[in-house]
C-alpha cells in the first residue's frame, strides 16, 4: 500500500547507524549462541566421557589419564558387558540385566497407567458417597516420597513372602497420585454430553470406558507411559531391598553393584559399556515415542 | 407409533423447586415445543423425558408404559444434543451405528438403517467422515441421523439449532419439521427462540419459572395469550402493555390519560377501578390522528425494509413500540390503539380477562 503513495518521504540512510545495528545484533547473537553451546558442552560431557571410556581398555583408564578420544577396545568391552557382566566382579551379564529392567518398567509404567485410569474414571465418573474423599486420599499420597513409607513397605512385602518376586518388585510402585491426576484432569474436560449420549445408546459404564474415554485418551496415555517407563526403569532404591536374586537383578541396581567400594580397581571400561547400554532403551523409548508424547502433553484439541 | 404423558412431574435440586408439576399429553406424531427463557426449566423438564434426570415426583409415562424408573437406553427414545455429542474418534457412519451395535442389531441390518438415514438426510457422502472434518450443519445432520436409525417412539430435542448460524438455522428449522412428517415420530423439542418454537410446533408449551403458562397451538398463543408472561414472550418486537382501570359496568377500560377505550368483543367482570393491563402488539398500532390518538415522542426508529419499528414514549413516559409498514421519519407519530386487537388481562394476577 504505501508503495502506492504519491509522495513517499525519501529514506534516510543512515550507514553508520545501520552498521552499528548489524553489530550489536551480530554479537548478541554470538553470546547467546555461545551460552547454548556451553550447556550443551556441560550437558553432553559425561556421557561423552562414558562413550569413550566405554572403547578403552581396563588399564589406559586406570592409569588415570582420561582419554577424549575413542579407542579401539569397543567391541571386546561390550561383548564382555553383555555376556558376562561388567566391572571385577562380572556376575550378571548386562543381557539379562536389560531384560529384567525392561520387563520391570513396562510392567510398572503398564500396571500404573491401567490402575490410575480406573480410579480417575471412578472418581470422574460416578457419584459415590467418599467420592471426593477417595480423591483427596489419592491426592494426598502425593506428598509422601517413596522412601517415607519404604520400611511398611518392605514390612509388608517381606510378610506376604514376595521377596525376590516380580510381584513384590512391580506392585508397590504400580499405585500412582500423579498419573491418577493427569487422567482426573484429562477425563474432566470430556463433555458430559458424551456421557449422556453414551447413555441413549445404551452404553454402560465399562462400553463407554472402552469405546469412549480410551480412545480419546490415547495420546495421553502414550505420553504417561513415556514418563512412567523412564520412571520405571531408573527405579533403584526399591529393587536393591526386594530383590537378592542376582538373575532378577536391575541393570540400573546392578550397573552400581559394579562400583567397588574400597582400594580395589574398577573394570571402567566394561562398567561404561554397560552404562551406555543402560542408557539406550529409555532413549529408544522416548525417540520412538516422541511425537505422540509431545502431541499427548500439548495438545487439547478432541 | 407413540404417545407421551406427563403426570404432575415436580423436580428439586436441594430444596430448590425448578418444576411445580407438569402435565402434558403429547398424541402421536404430534410436536410439542417446549419454550421460554433461560432458567424456566424446560431443559430440565426434557431430560427428566430422556431420563438423564430424575424427577423428584410425578411420571412419565410413552406409550402407555411407566418408564419413570427407566434407564434411558430402555426408553424407546433418542435425543438430539445441543452441542450434538458426536463421538470424535468415530467416522459418521460409526457415530450413528454406535447404538445400535449395542443392541446386538445385525450388521446387515444396521447398515441398511444407517444408509437408509444418511439417504434421507443428504450425508450419504460423509459416512467415512470423522466429526472434526464437518461442518455445523453437517454434525448437526449426524446428530438427527443418530437418532433416525433408534427408529423411536420418540424424538427428543434439546436447542439442536442453537449453535448453527442465523440462515442455517432457518433452512434446518424446516428440515427438521419436514423430518418430523415425514417420520411420523410424536417429538418434543426445547428451545428459547420463538420463532423456531412458532414455525416447528403443532403446539407449544411456554414456560415461566417452572410452570407451564400455556399449552396450545402457534397461533392460539399469539391471539390468545393466556397471561401477560406468554403475551410478552411471544411475538417481536414484544407486545405493549398499558396499565388502565376498569370502568364502572365492565364494557371499557380508562387509560392513564383519562381516555377511555371501550371493548370491541363484550363487558369484562369485576368490579369497577379493577387495576388491568391492556396488551397491543406493535403492529396493531394504527398510526394516524384522531381524538382518542396517543401522540408518541419518537425516540428510536428501526429500519427493517419493508417495515419500520418505531419506539417511542406516551405522554406518561410509557414506553411504546409500533410497528409500521414501509419507512418512517419524524419525532413524534400519533398513534391510535384499536380496540379489535385489544388483549385485557387482569393486572394483579397478570391473567387474561375474557368476556
Request: hydrophobic fraction near 50%; proline fraction near 7%; charge should be positive.
Amino acid at each position: 500500500m504505501e508503495g502506492t503513495l504519491p509522495s513517499r518521504a525519501p529514506v534516510i540512510r543512515d550507514d553508520a547507524l545501520l552498521r552499528a545495528t548489524r553489530r550489536r545484533r551480530l554479537a548478541s547473537r554470538l553470546v547467546a549462541h555461545a551460552a547454548l553451546i556451553l550447556g550443551v558442552i556441560i550437558v553432553a560431557f559425561p556421557i561423552w566421557m562414558t562413550l569413550v571410556g566405554s572403547t578403552h581398555d581396563a588399564a589406559t583408564i586406570g592409569r588415570g589419564d582420561v582419554p577424549l578420544l575413542p579407542g579401539v577396545h569397543a567391541a571386546e568391552n561390550y561383548a564382555i558387558a553383555w555376556n558376562e557382566g561388567g566391572g571385577r566382579t562380572r556376575t550378571t551379564p548386562a543381557s539379562t540385566m536389560l531384560l529384567n529392567s525392561l520387563l520391570m518398567a513396562v510392567l510398572i509404567a503398564v500396571g500404573k497407567i491401567v490402575i490410575s485410569i480406573l480410579s480417575a474414571y471412578a472418581v470422574v465418573f460416578f457419584r459415590f458417597p467418599g467420592r471426593m474423599a477417595a480423591f483427596w486420599a489419592i491426592f494426598i499420597t502425593l506428598m509422601l516420597p517413596v522412601e517415607v513409607r519404604i520400611i511398611p513397605t518392605f514390612q509388608v512385602i517381606v510378610d506376604l513372602n514376595l521377596g525376590n518376586t516380580w510381584a513384590g518388585l512391580v506392585v508397590p510402585l504400580i499405585a500412582s497420585a500423579t498419573a491418577t491426576l493427569l487422567f482426573r484432569q484429562f477425563f474432566l474436560t470430556i463433555p458430559d454430553e458424551f456421557v449422556e449420549a453414551a447413555k441413549m445408546d445404551g452404553a454402560g459404564p465399562l462400553r463407554f470406558l472402552r469405546d469412549v474415554v480410551l480412545p480419546l485418551s490415547l495420546t495421553n496415555i502414550a505420553a504417561l507411559f513415556v514418563i512412567l517407563f523412564i520412571y520405571g526403569w531408573n527405579q533403584y532404591l526399591w529393587p536393591l531391598l526386594i530383590i537378592n536374586d542376582r538373575s532378577m537383578e536391575t541393570i540400573v541396581v546392578g550397573l552400581s553393584k559394579m562400583i567397588g567400594r574400597g582400594d580395589s580397581q574398577n573394570d571402567w571400561n566394561t562398567i561404561m559399556a554397560t552404562a551406555v547400554l543402560a542408557l539406550l532403551p529409555p532413549v529408544l523409548v522416548v525417540a520412538l515415542m516422541q511425537r505422540w508424547f509431545v502431541r499427548g502433553l500439548t495438545e487439547t484439541e478432541k | 407409533m407413540a404417545t407421551l404423558s406427563l403426570r404432575d412431574v415436580r423436580k428439586s435440586f436441594n430444596a430448590t423447586p425448578v418444576l411445580h408439576g407438569i402435565d402434558l399429553e403429547v398424541a402421536d406424531g404430534e410436536l410439542v415445543v417446549i419454550v421460554g427463557a433461560s432458567g424456566c426449566g424446560k431443559s430440565t423438564l426434557l431430560r427428566i423425558v430422556a431420563g438423564l434426570e430424575a424427577p423428584s415426583s410425578g411420571q412419565v409415562v410413552i406409550n402407555n408404559r411407566d418408564v419413570t424408573g427407566l434407564e434411558p437406553a430402555d426408553r424407546d427414545i433418542a435425543m438430539v444434543f445441543q452441542n450434538y455429542a458426536l463421538y470424535p474418534h468415530m467416522s459418521v457412519f460409526g457415530n450413528m451405528a454406535y447404538g445400535l451395535k449395542i443392541r446386538g442389531l445385525p450388521r446387515a441390518e444396521i447398515e441398511r438403517r444407517v444408509k437408509d438415514a444418511a439417504e434421507i438426510l443428504g450425508i450419504g457422502a460423509l459416512l467415512e467422515r470423522k466429526p472434526k472434518q464437518l461442518s455445523g450443519g453437517q454434525r448437526q445432520r449426524v446428530a438427527m441421523g443418530r437418532a433416525i436409525v433408534r427408529e423411536p417412539a420418540l424424538f427428543l430435542f434439546d436447542e439442536p439449532l442453537s449453535n448453527l448460524d442465523a440462515k442455517l438455522r432457518v433452512q434446518m428449522r424446516a428440515e427438521i419439521r419436514r423430518l418430523q412428517r415425514r417420520l411420523g415420530v410424536t417429538s418434543l423439542f426445547v428451545t428459547h427462540d420463538q420463532v423456531e418454537a412458532m414455525t416447528l410446533g403443532d403446539r407449544l408449551v411456554v414456560m415461566n419459572a417452572g410452570r407451564p403458562a400455556q399449552v396450545a397451538p402457534p397461533m392460539e398463543i399469539f391471539s390468545r395469550p393466556a397471561d401477560t408472561y406468554v403475551a410478552g414472550f411471544i411475538g417481536s418486537p414484544a407486545m405493549n402493555f398499558i396499565p388502565a382501570t376498569l370502568e364502572e359496568g365492565g364494557a371499557s377500560a380508562r387509560l392513564p390519560g383519562g381516555a377511555p377505550i371501550r371493548f370491541s368483543d363484550g363487558p369484562r367482570p369485576g368490579p369497577a377501578g379493577m387495576p388491568l393491563t391492556l396488551g397491543l402488539r406493535p403492529e396493531h398500532l394504527s398510526p394516524g390522528e384522531g381524538p382518542d390518538s396517543i401522540p408518541l415522542a419518537v425516540e428510536l426508529v428501526e429500519p427493517l425494509g419493508s417495515e419500520t419499528v418505531v419506539h417511542g414514549r406516551a405522554p406518561g413516559g410509557l414506553a411504546i413500540t409500533a410497528r409500521l409498514s414501509g419507512a418512517f421519519t419524524g419525532s413524534a407519530l400519533p398513534v391510535r390503539l384499536p380496540p379489535a386487537h385489544l388483549h385485557v388481562f387482569n393486572a394483579e394476577t397478570g391473567r387474561r380477562l375474557d368476556p
